[in-house]
């Protein structure tokens, strides 16, 4: 009896190892995003494609080639009013989020300190969120309050807005997500993972230079 118990716990041991091993393989893929639109990870090119994708994922589009932003309007988080149009004239750097998501959740503080600095040095930059597939408002709000982002969000639970951007362009893939428009409402640079300071700030400083 007790040589035939122990093939079966070599057997239990093994099956726990691979269970193992697949749990912490899809702890790694939510980490690295939260999710895509089923595009399979690829970026869909601006302009037939013009742009250029740096080693920290980051594409930019050179000014002569950039495509329109989309109209962008709604109901924010805190229930005002909102028309990124009217922000023309402005850097404008829309960030995707959710307050389920993880990266988003560790992108949030680099945003409220870059945010904040851009608006204390009177630089030409407006921050816009985008936050979808929260199924309440006060879920986001507690997020917002929770990371100090003081700027305002769009509140789009089914990703309508998201969907406003045309195929062709560089839009928001997955969530996160952050593009950058420049003065013109263009849209001149994109990623589709969470960013630090740095990142952040490589994506705004050449947009401010432009004339």
Known sequence: MSLSRAPRRRRS??????LLTAVT??????????????????PSGSAGGNYVTGPGGISTV????????????GETVD???????????????????????????????????????MADGGKDVAFVGLNTRDNSKQ?????????GITYPSLYDPDGKLMLRFPKGTLNPQ?????????????IASRTLVAV???????MIDPLLAEK
Not at 30 to 36: G, P, R
Not at 62 to 73: H, T
Not at 139 to 146: C, I, L, P, R
Request: charge should be positive; aromatic fraction near 6%; proline fraction near 5%.
């Open 13 to 18: 041991t093994s099956g726990r190892a691979i």
């Open 25 to 42: 393989l899809a702890s790694a893929l939510t980490l690295s995003a939260c999710s895509d639109s089923g595009s399979g990870g690829k």
């Open 62 to 73: 050179a000014k002569g080639d950039r495509a329109e932003a989309p109209k962008l309007d």
């Open 79 to 117: 229930a005002k009013n909102l028309d990124v149009t009217s922000l023309k004239g402005k850097v404008v750097v829309l960030n995707v989020w959710g307050s389920w998501c993880p990266p988003c959740r560790a992108e949030a503080p680099y945003f409220a300190k870059v945010s904040k600095a």
């Open 139 to 147: 879920n986001a709000a507690s997020f917002e309050e929770t990371y």
């Open 174 to 186: 997955s969530i996160p997500s952050t593009i950058v428009l420049d003065k013109e409402g263009r």
């Open 196 to 202: 630090n300071e740095e990142q952040l700030r490589s």
